[in-house]
């Protein structure tokens, strides 16, 4: 987390304990400037962004919204995060839907390994940009063209990439993208973002609550209890959406990463993972780097049966990894000095 988000999280908070300072107009104004910034970030401006607290809520409103029948299928990936998995599990079983699971052969991408699978059965493809246990890369622009071609709609969770890979929904044309809001936005727990298409925007919320209804700003008149949403995709907003203690957050947050921009942070951290990856490799200790993948992760397969070994010998020299099913994530990001780097390969080859 950025000092400047944390500083501003201590500032809401102090603000948050004195609420007769909080006027009627500060429950929309800081959270429209948290729409309008992440919409700049995908490409975009405010009216299909909705503020949700989590991937899974995102996803759940795509699964209430888009449509699936009997023998359609939904394509995810193998070994994927769990909440979209569920999501579509739950989703597709009330409509007679399946879900198609993608795996990859010896040597082959994730993207043409997608691209085989998509097929006119498949009416939903639900894929990340990176895969989120090493970082393996899917090529969104063959795989959204490739959607398309099969009238099939694109879900993508952008979770593990977005902050770093640049993402613009206006040349991509996905049908829904979601997004936790800490990782590489640098936010806090508990707000994500959801991007809706503008064909989908008059669907059906998860929610009925109040701030969503269109004249939601004239708080006396709540008791009139309105039908209308707000315009755009406000509808999908979560209840409590104001969330003064870390929106405000949030908003430092997105600021910080609009002005160093995706594509100045991914040519630094793919230079830290790559210089990783070359090190690792030169040590002939048997540990194998995912390819292709993102600039910003490092999947280390290290030999059988010491990953948990390995992942606790660089705790202890300070050097912080993730085990993700059979790999060692490493994500580093800017803060990490060349210092960080000479440890952590020091480290890992003492440990095998």
């Known amino acids: ?89 739950r989703a597709a079983g009330p409509a007679g839907a399946a879900i198609r699971t993608v795996t990859r052969e010896a040597g082959q991408s994730w993207t043409d390994a997608i691209l085989t699978a998509i097929d006119e059965r498949v009416a939903i493809v639900s894929v990340p940009n990176v895969h989120w246990t090493d970082g393996g890369l ?73 701030i969503l209804r269109a004249g939601a700003q004239d708080f006396s008149r709540l008791v009139d209890y309105g039908e209308d949403y707000l315009p755009g995709a406000r509808r999908f907003d979560q209840g409590a959406r104001t969330l003064f203690e870390l929106t405000p957050m949030a908003v430092a947050a997105l600021e910080q990463v609009l002005a160093w921009g995706p594509p100045r942070i991914a040519a630094a951290l793919a230079g830290i993972t790559a210089g990783l990856a070359t090190r690792v490799a030169a040590a002939g200790v048997g540990v194998i780097a995912t390819e292709p993948r993102g600039p910003h992760l490092l999947g280390l397969r290290v030999p059988g049966g010491s990953a948990d070994r390995v992942a606790a010998a660089l705790r202890e020299a300070n050097c912080f990894v993730a085990r993700r099913g059979e790999a060692l994530r490493v994500a580093p990001h800017v803060h990490v000095t060349p210092a960080d780097v000479d440890r952590l390969v020091t480290t890992l080859v003492a440990a095998l």
């Not at 000092?3 to 959270?31: K, M, N, Q, Y």
């Not at 969770?157 to 809001?181: C, F, I, K």
């Open 1 to 89: 987390m950025l000092h400047a988000v944390r500083e501003a999280g201590e500032a809401a908070l102090l603000r948050r304990s004195r609420p007769w300072t909080i006027r009627e107009p500060d429950w929309f104004t800081d959270v429209e400037r948290l729409r309008s910034l992440f919409g700049r970030l995908v490409g975009t401006d405010a009216e299909g962004v909705a503020l949700v607290p989590a991937t899974s809520y995102g996803l759940a409103v795509a699964a209430a919204n888009l449509p699936l029948g009997p023998d359609d299928q939904v394509l995810v990936l193998a070994d994927e995060y769990p909440s979209g998995i569920h999501t579509w599990r």
């Open 138 to 210: 899917v090529e969104l622009d063959r795989v959204a063209a490739r959607t398309r071609e099969a009238s099939a709609r694109l879900v993508v969770d952008v979770s593990q990439s977005l902050g770093v890979m640049p993402l613009d929904v206006t040349e991509l044309r996905p049908d829904v993208v979601v997004s936790v809001g800490y990782k590489w936005l640098l936010g806090p727990f508990g707000r994500g973002y959801l991007w809706v298409a503008p064909e989908h925007r008059d669907g059906r919320p998860l929610e009925e609550n109040w």
